[in-house]
T-cell receptor, first 114, second 113 residues
Framework: GESVGLHLPTLSVQEGDNSIINCAYSNSASDYFIWYKQESGKGPQFIID?????DKRQGQRVTVLLNKTVKHLSLQIAATQPGDSAVYFCAENIPNNAGNMLTFGGGTRLMVKP | NAGVMQNPRHLVRRRGQEARLRCSPMKGHSHVYWYRQLPEEGLKFMVYLQKENIIDESGMPKERFSAEFPKEGPSILRIQQVVRGDSAAYFC???????????FGPGTRLTVL
């Protein structure tokens, strides 16, 4: 059920350092994973995705790692900048009979200190 | 190429009134998803629609909530007889096909007084 009143876990990093945000997903049948970034007052913004037949994918300054054995996903941000401050959500795509839908994790707030 | 559009961005309703939230998907996208988000929480799936069809409404309350995506025009999420617990941000996303990345709109923030 929904968690009411819980605060998001927060990761605080120094500008220029690397950030690692972790996510445990729930369903071993999930075939596709996405990381989203959500800034205050805005909708989630697509960052990077990965399919279940891969274990690593790199983008510009971001890398996603997938460990299917332990159902773990991570987002690595290199040389973190103040503009990276936001809430980051992982989402897993669970195939089902009705159609595919995304199930979102609870989110991690990244705070970048100048 | 405009992104996903939602309006209004902010909506205030009194208890018992109706709320209508609109979503125009990205050009070329025929799959629309509605999510609800409470402060400091993740997004909860509500409903998945394709043009003129509801594909999956397993996340939507059975009463007072309905959604449509007509052949012409935006997708509409309708909440009848709103209660304070309906106050939340409602996000719409669209994708070009099933199993593809979803692109989100800016959301509608509903406040029920």
């Amino acid at each position: 059920g929904e968690s009411v009143g819980l605060h998001l876990p927060t990761l605080s990093v120094q500008e220029g350092d690397n950030s690692i945000i972790n996510c445990a997903y729930s369903n071993s049948a999930s075939d596709y994973f996405i990381w989203y970034k959500q800034e205050s007052g805005k909708g989630p913004q697509f960052i990077i995705d990965i399919r279940s037949n891969m274990d690593k994918r790199q983008g510009q300054r971001v890398t996603v790692l997938l460990n299917k054995t332990v159902k773990h996903l991570s987002l690595q941000i290199a040389a973190t900048q103040p503009g990276d401050s936001a809430v980051y959500f992982c989402a897993e795509n669970i195939p089902n009979n009705a159609g595919n839908m995304l199930t979102f994790g609870g989110g991690t707030r990244l705070m970048v200190k100048p | 190429n405009a992104g996903v559009m939602q309006n209004p961005r902010h909506l205030v309703r009194r208890r018992g009134q109706e709320a209508r939230l609109r979503c125009s998907p990205m050009k070329g996208h025929s799959h629309v998803y509605w999510y609800r988000q409470l402060p400091e929480e993740g997004l909860k799936f509500m409903v998945y629609l394709q043009k003129e069809n509801i594909i999956d409404e397993s996340g939507m309350p059975k009463e007072r909530f309905s959604a449509e995506f007509p052949k012409e025009g935006p997708s509409i999420l309708r909440i009848q007889q709103v209660v304070r617990g309906d106050s939340a941000a409602y996000f719409c996303a669209s994708s070009p096909a099933r199993g593809r990345e979803q692109f989100f709109g800016p959301g509608t923030r509903l406040t029920v007084l």
